[in-house]
Structure formats: C-alpha cells, structure tokens
C-alpha cells in the first residue's frame, strides 16, 4: 500500500528556517500531485504547495509564495524548505498524494494519501 511518512518538524523562532522531508512508497501515479499541507489550532486544512507529477508545474499558497520551496529530491522524497517563518506557519503538516486524479485538485479532500502529520510551531 501507499504509505507517506514525513519527517523534520519541530520548533523555531519567528525569521528562522525549517527543511521537512516525506518519504513516499508504493505510490506510482507519474500523472497524479503530491504536495504539503498544514493545519493549524481551530483551522481547516490547507494546501501549502503542490507539484503536478505530470506537468511539472509547482503551485504555492499565496502566504508561503518567496518563503516555501516544494521540490521532489527523487521519486521516493518530498520536500519542503521554509525560510523566514512567521508563528502563523505554526500547524501541523502533512505529505499527500491524490489517489486516481490527473492534475492538482484545489482542496484537500480530493487527496487520497496522506501522512500522519509532523508538528511545526513557530514562536515569537
């Protein structure tokens, strides 16, 4: 089965950098999306940036655009580099992947594979 494990979240002060990885296995779609999302305290899930497999296009949320970067260090590796964090990136984040889509969907529901989260909390 698909199974999604990420890793590298913990605490750091506002302006400072955090790099999370997610290790991805059993998961083959080359036309499908896989991306990093977050959820904060009270908050609905959000999507943070997501890469389509197929496409090659990267699409970030607005609030992270200059300050996230998502890459596919390989097949296996999804990462995501945040610099310059500010305490409303605090949340927990999650690594998914769709299940049976072409493309990126827009909301977090059509995601079919997910993580189970790592914590990443931001103070000031």
């Known amino acids: 089965s698909v199974q999604l494990v990420e890793s590298g979240g913990g605490s750091v002060q506002a302006g400072g950098s955090l790099r999370l990885s997610c290790v991805v296995s059993g998961y083959t779609d080359r036309r499908g999306c896989m991306g990093w999302f977050r959820q904060a305290p009270g908050m609905e899930r959000e999507r943070v940036a997501v890469?389509?497999?197929?496409?090659?296009?990267i699409d970030y949320a607005d609030s992270v655009k200059g300050r996230f970067t998502i890459s596919r260090y390989n097949a296996n590796r999804l990462n995501l580099e945040m610099e310059t964090m500010k305490p409303e990136d605090t949340g927990v984040y999650y690594c998914?992947?769709?299940?049976?889509?072409?493309?990126?969907?827009?909301?977090?529901?059509?995601?079919?594979?997910w993580g189970q989260g790592t914590q990443v909390t931001v103070s000031s």
């Open positions: 890469i389509n497999n197929g496409a090659g296009r």
């Open positions: 998914a992947a769709t299940m049976g889509w072409v493309g990126c969907p827009s909301t977090p529901n059509d995601f079919g594979f």
